[in-house]
């Protein structure tokens, strides 16, 4: 793989991607000085990458953009999908194929190598990206290290023995690291539903968020169903959840192996599972229910990161335009009597939702809130405001 010739910001190489099977890839530097190991993996999303690299569910992850031109309408304070920033949970590298250019657009606050740098996120440019998405598609995600030093010096035989050395995704439990250190309400307005659901002093609707890594835009859009919203740590446990009489309780999505944070997320959820409360779970939430339900989960080869993949919903027959994140998935074929596969992948047939007959709980594995359809999967918070309505009495609103 060759680097591409344009004018760089710098003029020399001063940043390697050092995959674990021993390829170097020089770069020019962008964002945070130093190193950081991770696995890479490819995002096809045109737009979003302030979300994207914010997202905690990229913790352990550095994200090679497809697109070619990012950066080109700067950063912003709003962008930004993790709860708690100065945690930098997210991303912990950027790989780009063009060089990041001034920012043009009337949001910009900082040009996006100045918020890489005081995001803590080393990035580089001048990537041939579509030589590195074939790699990854040809071998499945790699481990690698990303290294930015200014003087363009590098100990390159270290750095291959770093990529080497880490263990891996598989068997990381990331959430730990992401979550919330203790229990809080969202605080933030609400976004406004056409429906008008009213908002949490007049429905008196309370819905728990367990914070695997959740994302902002899913705790907007669960407190626009009229709910006042309390995000709890990961392993906070069943009790602490009940004690807080929620009328409706929420997975979130989150980083690392299911299966790791399943170890202690899996009991927990058993014993809401025993009570009737409407459960909802999203990408790391739904691999963590279908667990708890007794499937299983595994590695995907190259897993899903975009924003236009088509998911179809078994249940109306709909086909959605849906954001991914994912690098594992559930085995659609592990889930067990009384639990139905509501949702596909329309690229690969992978499992994308489940729901438990006869009972108010279901999740999916795609981003409802990140909106790429733009609003194709809102209908799954509306589902969710449902089920709580209905356990409370409440005539349905519709879905849509
Ligand atoms: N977005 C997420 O919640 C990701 C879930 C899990 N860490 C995975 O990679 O599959």
């Given at each position: 793989m060759a680097t591409t010739s344009a004018p760089w910001s710098e003029t020399k190489p001063t940043a390697l991607l050092v995959l674990a099977d021993g390829t170097v890839v020089e770069g020019m530097g962008l964002g945070a000085s130093g190193k950081a190991v991770g696995e890479v993996c490819?995002?096809?999303?045109?737009?979003?990458?302030?979300?994207?690299?914010?997202?905690?569910?990229?913790?352990?992850?550095?994200?090679?953009?497809?697109?070619?031109?990012?950066?080109?309408?700067?950063?912003?304070?709003?962008?930004?999908?993790?709860?708690?920033?100065?945690?930098?949970?997210?991303?912990?590298?950027?790989?780009?194929?063009?060089?990041?250019?001034?920012?043009?657009?009337?949001?910009?606050?900082?040009?996006?190598?100045?918020?890489?740098?005081?995001?803590?996120?080393?990035?580089?440019?001048?990537?041939?990206?579509?030589?590195?998405?074939?790699?990854?598609?040809?071998?499945?995600?790699?481990?690698?290290v990303i290294a930015h030093a200014p003087d363009g010096q590098f100990d390159i035989e270290?750095?291959?023995?770093?990529?080497?050395?880490?263990?891996?995704?598989?068997?990381?439990?990331?959430?730990?690291?992401?979550?919330?250190?203790?229990?809080?309400?969202?605080?933030?307005?609400?976004?406004?539903?056409?429906?008008?659901?009213?908002?949490?002093?007049?429905?008196?609707?309370?819905?728990?968020?367990?914070?695997?890594?959740?994302?902002?835009?899913?705790?907007?859009?669960?407190?626009?169903?009229?709910?006042?919203?309390?995000?709890v740590p990961a392993t906070s446990t069943a009790e602490d959840i009940l004690a807080m009489k929620p009328d409706g309780i929420f997975l979130s999505n989150g980083p690392g192996d299911p299966a790791a944070t399943g170890e202690y997320a899996v009991p927990m959820i058993r014993e809401l599972l025993k009570h009737d409360i409407p459960i909802f779970g999203i990408c790391l939430g739904h691999q963590m229910l279908a667990l708890a339900l007794g499937a299983r989960t595994v590695k995907m080869h190259q897993g899903h990161h975009g924003a236009n993949h088509p998911v179809k919903d078994h249940t109306t027959g709909k086909v959605e335009i849906?954001?991914?994140?994912?690098?594992?998935?559930?085995?659609?074929?592990?889930?067990?009597?009384?639990?139905?596969?509501?949702h596909v992948s329309l690229f690969d047939g992978s499992n994308c939702g489940i729901a438990l007959k006869g009972r108010p709980v279901f999740s999916v594995q795609h981003h409802p809130e990140a909106s790429p359809g733009p609003q194709d999967s809102h209908y799954l918070f509306r589902r969710f405001a449902n089920l709580i309505r209905e356990r409370r009495g409440e005539p349905a609103l519709a879905e849509r």
């Open positions: 490819f995002n096809t999303a045109l737009t979003g990458y302030q979300e994207i690299l914010t997202d905690p569910s990229y913790a352990g992850q550095i994200v090679t953009f497809t697109f070619p031109h990012i950066g080109n309408v700067g950063a912003n304070d709003e962008d930004i999908e993790d709860l708690h920033p100065a945690q930098r949970a997210g991303a912990v590298g950027a790989i780009f194929r063009a060089d990041v250019t001034g920012p043009s657009n009337y949001r910009a606050g900082e040009h996006l190598d100045a918020w890489l740098k005081r995001r803590g996120i080393v990035a580089l440019s001048g990537m041939d990206t579509r030589a590195l998405t074939t790699l990854l598609r040809e071998k499945g995600a790699a481990n690698a270290t750095l291959k023995a770093e990529a080497r050395a880490w263990s891996g995704l598989v068997g990381l439990d990331l959430a730990k690291q992401v979550t919330s250190g203790q229990s809080s309400t969202w605080k933030e307005t609400p976004w406004v539903w056409d429906e008008g659901f009213g908002t949490a002093d007049e429905t008196g609707m309370h819905i728990v968020a367990v914070d695997y890594g959740v994302k902002r835009n899913i705790l907007r859009l669960l407190a626009s169903l009229g709910a006042e919203v309390t995000v849906v954001s991914m994140n994912h690098g594992f998935a559930v085995d659609g074929k592990s889930l067990p009597d009384g639990v139905e596969e509501t």
